[in-house]
């Protein structure tokens, strides 16, 4: 049988027509504003440093062994509001620091980007997203969790200022990037 598809009264060129014009507006200056905020006077290293003290560079290794839970986990994080992305983000982000020697990282991700306007039409909408994490020896695992869940969605709602964009003021291209799928 032959299924008529309708044809979309809304695509991928309007929503990229939508988004242009939109970068002239105030939301435009406040994404901007807020990656500033968010981003500005970072200054990460953001790849691992080799071993100086070897004849032969190499870069390590770390291990750590967790009995996890997994359900008690799903439970933890869905009573604290933390999103699975920002989970898989923040064990990146420890990990990342681990290899670098420091108690913050910086790195980029990717998200759908997708609007509820979007979500069902053909296009390419993914965008990618810087994320920074600083910690202390004394700050919770759930606080941490909790301000990955908060940076990621301001980094979602303030995409009209492209990780390009952000770029320009704050260089951050060698930032390693993580893509989580869950």
């Not at 933390?82 to 420890?94: G, H, K, Q, R, V």
Request: charged share 20%; aromatic share 12%; glycine share 4%.
């Amino acid at each position: 049988p032959t299924v008529e598809l309708a044809p979309e009264n809304y695509d991928a060129l309007d929503a990229a027509n939508d988004e242009a014009a939109a970068r002239t507006t105030e939301t435009f200056a406040q994404a901007k504003s807020w990656y500033e905020k968010t981003f500005g006077g970072v200054d990460v290293d953001a790849l691992p440093i080799p071993d100086l003290s070897e004849e032969k560079k190499s870069f390590g290794s770390f291990t750590k062994t967790f009995a996890l839970d997994y359900s008690a986990l799903r439970n933890f994080c869905k009573a604290n509001k933390i999103s699975a992305s920002a989970l898989t983000s923040a064990a990146f982000a420890l990990t990342v620091g681990t290899f670098t020697n420091q108690q913050e990282s910086l790195f980029s991700t990717i998200y759908h980007g997708r609007s509820e306007r979007t979500k069902n039409i053909v296009g390419m909408f993914v965008k990618t997203l810087p994320v920074y994490c600083r910690w202390t020896g004394d700050k919770k695992i759930a606080e941490l969790l909790t301000e990955m869940t908060t940076q990621i969605q301001a980094a979602r709602e303030n995409d009209l200022f492209s990780f390009i964009d952000l770029n320009k003021i704050c260089p951050m291209s060698n930032a390693p990037m993580f893509a989580y799928h869950g």
